[in-house]
């Protein structure tokens, strides 16, 4: 039976992290067993992975191949997301979540503009657009995070 692993979350980030490298290299990269890097990914167990283990994989992650840092990208988005939330109120997921719509479908025409054209002005509008469709989406999860908090 395959373990749920929640989206956003340290375990399922060692799991990302684990299909790339393999568990072995993990544990060697580490110094730690193979189990206890497996308990990495499992959401049941009380052990975490350490702060300069996540850096490690991170690392070993872009060297292998990978596009991103999995570790530094999962925290900036929780911490991003949890400073979000602090401000939003339970009423704005909807608002929140049109505006994430309105802005990815902005970004998406932006990026096909772009790669079709190539133009300096063009390449920038895409990505300007694109961080604007990022922060929004931020902003829906924060909402989510808000009200799911505000009904228990």
């Known amino acids: 039976m395959t373990m749920r692993r929640e989206p956003l979350t340290y375990e ?17 990269l580490c110094g730690v067993s193979l189990r206890s890097a497996r ?37 900036t988005m929780r911490l991003d997301i949890a400073e979000m939330a602090i ?13 994430a719509a309105k802005e990815a479908g902005e970004a998406i025409s932006a990026l096909i503009l772009a790669t079709q054209s190539g133009a300096p002005a063009t390449i920038r509008t895409a990505k300007r657009e694109a961080e604007e469709a990022i922060t929004a989406l931020q902003a829906s999860v924060a909402a989510m995070d808000a009200r799911d908090s505000a009904r228990t």
């Open 12 to 28: 399922n980030t060692m799991l990302v992290v684990a299909e790339l490298l393999g568990w072995d290299t993990v544990a060697g």
């Open 39 to 75: 308990y990495w990914s499992e959401p049941e167990c009380q052990k975490q992975i350490r702060m300069i283990d996540a850096e490690r994989l991170d690392r070993a992650y872009v060297e292998a191949g990978g596009s991103y840092r999995p570790f530094h990208r999962l925290m």
């Open 87 to 99: 401000n939003a109120t339970a009423m704005d997921l909807t608002t929140a979540t049109a505006v």
